[in-house]
């Protein structure tokens, strides 16, 4: 089984310069849990449970369900005996315990790590109300990293494979159902009816542990994100039509944007020099995405998705994961451009300045494609043309090309770039 070596991997370890107890968070099935259990050698690992009870792990012994007091107890013990301590699934413990953490924070001489399967959760810890302020650092667990992901796919696939399974292997829940081989279309293809299965229950239990109902409105948000409406217009409009809003104005849909932004799932990417808008909105994960997109098609009936639909679809998740990569390679802002009936597909930004345009392929360029492509990007005033195929050099006619194996490369150095900065931030004197 391929593993992704994540960069929060070794924050977890070594654990915040300040000395503060660390409170890892995010939305469902992200690998907090797969992390915390790889990363952090601890002494007790409590699991909250939905009933009232918890289920407690504790040095050699086998996994039993126990009260929460007495979870607690066993971790704030290991904790204060100089141990690492893990209460996993930390939402679901009632707020009227909290005060028991803080006080224990005096006579801690070890960690304990809280994880929260939910965004809300960190809003409560660090709300200045709460006992818990000042206790705790917070770490932030989103989808993997591009630039991990790669890099670690690499080790088993070939660049070109493992270029295309990084953009849907970014959520790790896909590790757990697919082996990363081959063809990613043809594989998605093979799985599509499991696969979407798997994504209408991790949506629904978002929901859930956020603590909001997963209402027919927002389901409908979710799924024309996946077709392509990307404006908070466009989306009002399709929404008032269904008869799910009363009047097709943007200003009601952002709110509901902006929430499913807080809970993980969507996410805002700024357009440039693009009339009439500036917020391209879309999942935040790649393979939601494409998964509701074939759901949305007709495909969860058991039915196999063409190839085609699936590689057409996947194309378009390309450009975001490769603008992704880009930004976190050279520290600068994505933004996506549309200039009438053409498009952009990653320009970085620095401050409101345009540095660099690229057009991305998930299949090998045309001479003519290429060419055509850096006369758009350059007409628009950009300094730099880039190309990027996840399948061969691109042709040399760009400012810059990447073919799959100089984004592994590209990838490799930027893990280790961020690794070293992130390293001697930690180690800072608090």
Known sequence: MVVIDRWECWSL?????????????????????FLLRRCVDSAVYVTIGRSGLCLVEEGDEGPRIASLEEGLKAALRAVESGYAAVIDEFQRLPEEYWDLLAVSRARGKGRLILCGSSLGVASK???????????FAPLKVDLASPSDTLVSLSTALSPSEAAKWAIVARDPWLLGLLEPRGDVVEAIAESAHLLV??????VGEVFREEERKLTQLYDAILRLLALGYWSSAALAQKLHEARLLPRPEASLVTGMLAQLAAMGLVERVRMWKTPGAR???RHRSSLLSLLMALEERGFEAGLRPS???VSSTLGVEAQFFVGELLAEATGLKRAYAITGTWDVDVVLLKGER????????????SGSEASKAVERIRSLGIPRAGLVSLTEEPPPVADEGYGPSDLVELARKTTERLRRARRSYSRAPP
């Open 125 to 135: 810890v660090f709300d200045r109300r709460s006992p818990l302020l000042g206790f």
């Open 307 to 309: 190839c085609e639909v």
């Open 279 to 281: 917020i391209y909105y």
């Open 354 to 365: 345009a540095v660099a345009g690229y057009e991305v392929k998930l299949g090998p360029f």
């Open 13 to 33: 370890r070594e654990g915040p310069a300040s000395g503060a107890w660390l409170l890892v968070y995010g939305r469902r099935k992200t690998g907090k849990t």
């Open 197 to 202: 299965a798997s994504a209408s229950g991790l």
